[in-house]
């Protein structure tokens, strides 16, 4: 199961960006800790009370006039509504109720969608709290005074949004089935992929509606095995600006990665490989999803010769670097062409996220891949490699004991991880090495 979805919806300057930022514990904006992917971070994830959930900020409004806001504030409430478990509804004190606010809030209470009213720069309770009363009138519950600049007040947010969490009860509601993503830019042929498994294929066995996402999940069957397909293609509200319209392409990405086992990272073969392909995959890579990337529309493509599909490998290997173990397919969603091998990959990348290794035959390698290639020093002293062990799948999990894990050089992590692919068919999922020092085992 994937963490559950929540959402920040609120006018400008009402401090969106410095609550995020304080609820995910670091300047989100800032950071830029994947290898090859460069974007303004709008989602991060938080814990808390022992609940783990994904956080996405909406903003980025820029209006010119108070009509914008409301459109563009009804836009974010949309999208907020349409991928959110849980909606955070930031309001501002110095600013009072506005009309704004009042109209959004309508058409969050219509959703059904659980909404956790904030008020914002309350800095001195005691002072201000009779003018917090006001936003009573909003009829979404009671209003949560809060100071995201000073960070007063957001452990009774949090409490609010993980007691609406827990009476989702989200858990209930998921497949037992192998779930995949169909994720990509808007017009990438996403719909038609799932169209054609569901018509021509007749591979179709039901619609299964309102799920924890309010999206449509198509269960798929294929050579006598299920699958449940998690749609992203619905882009409902076409923005004319492109930087809004990205923006609600990643919100939709994010959710439906959380869920999924195996993402299927569809790029246009006619438009190329994108800035925008390489966040959508950053997502997936991120949160160790197992990755296929569909390259659609091959059909289309007109000047082929017999290097083209290795020459657009390459293309994709060099924008996507960090997805060096992702398997690439060419597929036309309006022929059929591949889609055959398609479900062939997914399963084949399936089975290698639940591969386990034993310790044993961890270790042979381990001794191996030192005795190839001596771990680095720092100042005259050696890291020394005692052992390794898995503790998890789903993306396969290691534990490297060490004896200073700041001798641990990421080169190094990337040559034991690139000798444990060489070992064994990870072909398709990530790999996940975490270090820690002996010591702290036996502490």
């Not at 994709?316 to 992702?326: E, F, G, P």
């Not at 591949?338 to 990959?345: E, P, Q, S």
């Amino acid at each position: 199961m994937g963490k559950a979805i929540v959402a920040i919806v609120g006018r400008p300057n009402v401090g969106k960006s410095t609550l995020f930022n304080a609820l995910a514990g670091k300047n989100i904006s800032i950071i830029k800790d994947t290898p090859g992917v460069t974007r303004d971070r709008i989602y991060a994830d938080v814990e808390w009370s022992g609940y783990h959930f994904t956080l996405v900020d909406t903003g980025g409004i820029e209006p010119e006039s108070g009509d914008i806001i409301l459109k563009q504030m009804r836009e974010q409430a949309q999208i907020a509504i349409e991928t959110a478990d849980v909606i955070i509804f930031m309001t501002d004190l110095r600013n009072g109720l506005v009309d704004a606010d009042g109209k959004v809030a309508d058409m969050l209470r219509k959703s059904g969608k659980p909404v956790v009213l904030c008020v914002n720069a309350v800095d001195n309770y005691v002072k201000q709290s009779p003018y917090v009363y006001e936003f009573y009138e909003l009829g979404i519950g009671d209003p949560v005074a809060i100071s995201a600049a000073n960070r007063q007040g957001i452990g009774e947010l949090l409490d609010q949004v993980t007691a609406s969490l827990e009476d989702l009860d989200i858990d209930e509601e998921e497949s037992e089935l192998p779930k995949v993503a169909i994720v990509g830019k808007p017009n990438v042929g996403k719909s038609s992929i799932i169209n054609k498994l569901m018509g021509e294929n007749r591979l179709i066995v039901s619609d299964i509606a309102g799920t924890t996402r309010d999206a449509v999940d198509t269960e798929v069957s294929y050579q006598g095995k299920d699958y449940l397909f998690i749609d992203t293609a619905g882009l409902r509200r076409k923005s004319k600006v492109k930087e809004e319209l990205e923006r609600y392409t990643v919100i939709r990405t994010v959710s439906a990665v959380e869920r999924a086992d195996v993402v299927v990272v569809v790029i246009d073969a006619v438009e190329g490989i994108s800035e925008q392909d390489a966040k959508i995959a950053g997502i997936a890579h991120e949160r160790g999803k197992g990755i296929v990337i569909a390259v659609n529309k091959w059909d289309a493509v007109e000047e082929k010769h017999t290097n083209s599909t290795r020459d657009f490998e390459k293309d994709i290997r060099r924008v996507l670097s960090y997805l060096n173990y992702a398997e690439v397919i060419f597929i036309s969603a309006q022929t059929g062409q591949r889609l055959g091998k398609l479900f062939a990959t997914i399963d084949m990348v399936l089975e290698n996220q639940q591969r386990r290794i034993p310790t044993g035959v961890l270790n042979e390698i381990l001794t191996e891949a030192v005795a190839m290639q001596s771990p680095p020093t720092d100042k005259g002293k050696r890291l020394k490699l005692y052992y390794m062990t898995q503790v998890a799948v789903k993306p396969p999990t290691f534990v490297l004991f060490v004896n200073d894990k700041e001798l641990m050089h990421f080169s190094y992590l990337r040559y034991l991880e690139n000798k444990l692919r060489e070992s064994f068919a990870f072909k398709g999922t990530a790999l996940k090495i975490i270090t820690r020092e002996r010591r702290d085992k036996e502490s």
